[in-house]
């Protein structure tokens, strides 16, 4: 079964209390939004490997150590768009390829609207970047296609998670890697996370009146 990482560091707390206040408007929502996902990628990116290389300082050699993996980072539109561009700060070398999925309002089925990925493949690590892990439906369904493509090593980062998505993504895909700053407490009757923050879409991009 895949692992489920909870980074809950003061600072990931503190801006996720902001984010969670209905009062806060888009533009500091979607700052914290790119804020939490640089935070939340510190903690995803512990493990990837290293390789030692010898730089010259201005006093000495040294062995150093360099990330030599390819990265894909996933935004699933529209919410994840706003998780890319602080990770993007962090791993420069990184590709960005969008997938579109909206949630049908009756069915809570994802719906697929968007999907231009090359046909090749030539990355290690590829991202899944979504702030809200609700039923599981569009993660489950755009690991799918990601997979599909070839991806091997695959990491889901979102900021929160319903108990039911966390389990359906782990279910479908027990090999990907979940890291979330929390777990809520369960889905409302039309799949909203409870407390969460509502639409995490509508309120980056100032669509909910
Ligand atoms: C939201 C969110 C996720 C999805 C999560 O997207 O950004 O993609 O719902 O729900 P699920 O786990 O039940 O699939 P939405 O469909 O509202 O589209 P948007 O990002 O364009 O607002
Ligand atoms: N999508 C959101 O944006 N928020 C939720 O609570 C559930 C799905």
Request: hydrophobic letters at 40%.
């Amino acid at each position: 079964m895949s692992n489920v990482t909870i980074t809950n560091h003061p600072l990931i707390e503190h801006k996720l209390s902001i984010l969670r206040d209905v009062h806060t408007n888009p533009t500091v929502f979607r700052h914290l939004v790119n804020e939490l996902g640089a935070l939340l990628c510190y903690e995803a990116t512990r493990d990837l490997p290293l390789c030692p290389v010898e730089v010259q300082t201005p006093l000495s050699m040294t062995t150093a150590y360099e990330m030599k993996e390819s990265i894909a980072l996933i935004p699933i539109l529209r919410a994840g768009l706003g998780m890319v561009e602080g990770i993007w700060d962090l791993i420069p070398n990184a590709h960005v390829f969008h997938i579109g999925f909206y949630r049908n309002e009756k069915t809570l089925q994802p719906v697929e609207y968007y999907n231009k990925l090359p046909k090749d493949h030539p990355f290690n690590i590829s991202f899944i970047l979504d702030p809200m892990l609700a039923t599981g439906g569009s993660a489950i369904a755009t690991t799918n296609i990601v997979k599909k493509w070839g991806a091997q090593t695959i990491k889901f980062v979102g900021i929160i998670g319903a108990p039911e998505g966390i389990k359906a993504l782990q279910e479908a895909h027990p090999d990907v890697d979940i890291h979330l700053a929390a777990i809520d407490d369960h889905l409302n009757d039309k799949g909203y996370i409870v407390p969460g923050l509502g639409d995490a879409g509508d309120r980056q991009f100032g669509t909910v009146f």
